[in-house]
């Protein structure tokens, strides 16, 4: 194995400490919550907790599926809980949230891949919090049928994410179990279903990809009508984990955010930092303000 490149003066995070940040994680904790900043052990953890943002992920801790750059346990998951829609929605009361992103991993082993959970979620959150605009991030629902998804889009959330992660020539061995034709077409259905809902996909870059790769995927994601877009440096959690192939310099991101909005994505965000949900509520809350 050759060694990993050293980490970058650029990629600096704080240990969280502020009150902000204790108070987010006691009202999750109280409700019993798992978020996708600590089990990804995401950078931004500090930061986003202190201002209150946090990405909930539901339907369990344990993932079916065994993609080589993420932290979250592989294995059988736990049966669903059915009061979990309804403590998410008490806990984003709780927050105060103005924009919440819901996430969950991935469920291949339920028929409908957690879609109704998800939708139930969904309307827990705007039954309680009317004011609250939704983001989903969601599995591929590939071992579904067409209902799955249309169960999510007819509970209508505001923004719909679908990770396409990496180039496709990345994906055997950075996401073996997803397909990209079949991830891009989840969101281009999504559009087709319902106009007026925002898709957003994101690629972590730094894996081994090359610009022309990137650049290839921004084109395919337009053609399949996907209005935001996030990049950010891959960052290994273990050294288990693929390992990273390079540091992609803050000059690199600002390169691709200048080439995103000239194919004519309505919002990017491609910093180092940038994660799926990084600023997610206040880029959201500038865009309708426009
Ligand atoms: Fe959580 Fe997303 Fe913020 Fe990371 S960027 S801490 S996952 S809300
Ligand atoms: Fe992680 Fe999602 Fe892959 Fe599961 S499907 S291993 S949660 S990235």
Same mark, same amino acid.
């Given at each position: 194995?050759?060694?990993?490149?050293?980490?970058?003066?650029? %990629? *600096?995070?704080?240990? @969280?400490?502020?009150?902000?940040?204790?108070? $987010?994680? &006691?009202? #999750?904790?109280?409700?019993?919550?798992?978020?996708?900043?600590?089990?990804?052990?995401?950078?931004?953890?500090?930061?986003?907790?202190?201002?209150?943002?946090?990405?909930?992920?539901?339907?369990?801790?344990?993932?079916?599926?065994?993609?080589?750059?993420?932290?979250?346990?592989?294995?059988?998951?736990?049966?669903?809980?059915?009061?979990?829609?309804?403590?998410?929605?008490?806990?984003?009361?709780?927050?105060?949230?103005?924009?919440?992103?819901?996430?969950?991993?991935?469920?291949?082993?339920?028929?409908?891949?957690?879609?109704?959970?998800?939708?139930?979620?969904?309307?827990? %959150? *705007?039954?309680?919090? @009317?004011?609250?605009?939704?983001?989903?991030? $969601?599995? &591929?629902? #590939?071992?579904?049928?067409?209902?799955?998804?249309?169960?999510?889009?007819?509970?209508?959330?505001?923004?719909?994410?679908?990770?396409?992660?990496?180039?496709?020539?990345?994906?055997?061995?950075?996401?073996?179990?997803?397909?990209?034709f079949h991830s891009l077409r989840l969101l281009q259905r999504v559009k087709e279903?319902?106009?007026?809902?925002?898709?957003?996909?994101?690629?972590?870059?730094?894996?081994?990809?090359?610009?022309?790769?990137?650049?290839?995927?921004?084109?395919?994601?337009?053609?399949?009508?996907?209005?935001?877009?996030?990049?950010?440096?891959?960052?290994?959690?273990?050294?288990?984990?693929?390992?990273?192939?390079?540091?992609?310099?803050?000059?690199?991101?600002?390169?691709?955010?200048?080439?995103?909005?000239?194919?004519?994505?309505?919002?990017?965000?491609?910093?180092?930092?940038?994660?799926?949900?990084?600023?997610?509520?206040?880029?959201?809350?500038?865009?309708?303000?426009?």
């Amino acid at each position: 194995d050759q060694a990993q490149p050293k980490k970058p003066a650029w %990629i *600096r995070v704080k240990a @969280p400490t502020s009150q902000g940040y204790k108070d $987010t994680r &006691d009202i #999750l904790r109280e409700n019993r919550l798992s978020t996708v900043c600590e089990e990804a052990g995401c950078p931004n953890v500090g930061e986003c907790w202190s201002q209150g943002h946090a990405t909930m992920m539901i339907m369990g801790e344990i993932c079916t599926r065994g993609c080589s750059f993420c932290n979250v346990i592989t294995g059988k998951p736990q049966a669903l809980d059915v009061f979990e829609p309804g403590r998410v929605a008490h806990a984003v009361a709780k927050l105060g949230l103005n924009h919440v992103v819901l996430t969950s991993v991935d469920r291949d082993d339920l028929d409908d891949g957690g879609a109704e959970h998800f939708a139930q979620t969904i309307r827990a %959150i *705007r039954h309680r919090s @009317p004011e609250a605009t939704i983001e989903v991030l $969601t599995p &591929d629902f #590939l071992k579904c049928g067409p209902a799955a998804l249309e169960t999510v889009v007819a509970a209508r959330p505001d923004v719909f994410n679908h990770n396409l992660e990496t180039v496709p020539g990345l994906y055997p061995t950075v996401r073996p179990g997803a397909r990209y034709f079949h991830s891009l077409r989840l969101l281009q259905r999504v559009k087709e279903l319902d106009p007026a809902m925002f898709t957003k996909s994101g690629i972590m870059v730094g894996l081994g990809e090359d610009r022309q790769g990137v650049l290839q995927v921004m084109d395919d994601m337009r053609a399949a009508d996907i209005d935001f877009l996030t990049i950010g440096q891959y960052l290994q959690p273990t050294p288990k984990h693929h390992r990273v192939d390079r540091f992609v310099t803050p000059e690199e991101f600002a390169g691709y955010e200048k080439a995103a909005y000239g194919k004519g994505f309505l919002m990017v965000s491609a910093t180092p930092l940038t994660r799926s949900s990084y600023h997610a509520g206040d880029d959201f809350a500038r865009l309708r303000a426009a």
